[in-house]
């Protein structure tokens, strides 16, 4: 990201069975604004990291079990 503009998360994560076949593949294309200076760029990729995992385990979790 760059200062007043936007901090960009884009990431592929994939799920895979006890028999190491792909179960799931889904990509994550987050973006949030960024502000000034880094206590802003730490806070918000926090947030950007917390969405990506709440992504993740409501994908996950509707998955059979």
């Keep these: 990201g760059s200062w007043n503009k936007n901090l960009v998360l884009n990431a592929w994560w994939s799920v895979f069975n006890k028999e190491r076949k792909l179960v799931m593949r889904e990509r994550a ?10 206590d802003d760029l730490a806070l918000k990729e926090s947030a ?6 709440r992504q993740i385990a409501a994908k996950v979790s509707k998955l059979p079990k």
């Excluded at 294309?29 to 880094?38: F, I, N, S």
């Excluded at 950007?48 to 995992?53: H, M, Q, S």
């Design 29 to 38: 294309d987050l973006e949030v604004p960024l502000g000034k200076g880094y």
């Design 48 to 53: 950007l990291v917390a969405d990506f995992a």
